[in-house]
């Protein structure tokens, strides 16, 4: 099958074959249409693609996509940089955390504060979500600092060319 610019069945390189007909798990009119558990740093990220029924796919933005999960090493150094920036103006989310007193956290404390540098190096990125039906197309990579005792998340929003877009506190 020769690979058009935009429609809703491809053969992409790095996705395979995809189907905006055949979502697999839907919310509305939205589902997973591509999923896979990434392995990186020995932790298992689990990473799905989420499209609208029949929608339209772009090459452009897929080859984006897997650009950003084939440098994946690179996008989350560079998201954790913006995780520490935002922790630097506001800590309420270690300080949530320092609360629950979630255990190993005391370990981070240098002189019974954590840094956001530390909290930030003990994050570990559990989830990856490439959405192509929002403005503007983008990607989620979702931070947990113990995935076993909190489900609060640092969800770093990147355009599918890596730009910033928001860092939102979620659970």
């Known amino acids: 099958m020769e690979e058009s610019d935009s429609q809703s069945r491809i053969v992409h390189a790095y996705f395979g074959e995809l189907d905006s007909n055949r979502i697999r798990e839907t919310f509305d009119a939205q589902g997973v249409m591509w999923e896979r558990d990434l392995d990186f740093n020995g932790h298992l990220i689990d990473t799905s693609l989420w499209v609208e029924r029949g929608q339209a796919l772009n090459k452009k933005l897929l080859d984006a996509f897997a650009a950003l999960l084939q440098n994946l090493a690179s996008v989350d150094s560079q998201a954790r940089r913006h995780l520490v920036e935002y922790l630097n103006e506001d800590d309420n989310f270690?300080?949530?955390?320092?609360?629950?007193?979630?255990?190993?956290?005391?370990?981070?404390?240098?002189?019974?504060?954590?840094?956001?540098?530390?909290?930030?190096?003990?994050?570990?990125?559990?989830?990856?979500?490439?959405?192509?039906?929002?403005?503007?197309?983008?990607?989620?990579?979702?931070?947990?600092?113990?995935?076993?005792?909190?489900?609060?998340?640092?969800a770093v929003k990147l355009t599918a060319q890596g730009e910033l877009i928001a860092i939102d506190w979620e659970s």
């Open 94 to 154: 270690i300080t949530c955390h320092m609360d629950l007193e979630i255990p190993g956290l005391a370990a981070l404390a240098a002189d019974g504060e954590v840094s956001p540098d530390a909290f930030v190096k003990a994050m570990q990125l559990t989830d990856i979500t490439l959405w192509t039906q929002a403005e503007p197309d983008h990607v989620v990579l979702d931070y947990r600092i113990d995935p076993e005792h909190s489900d609060e998340i640092l």
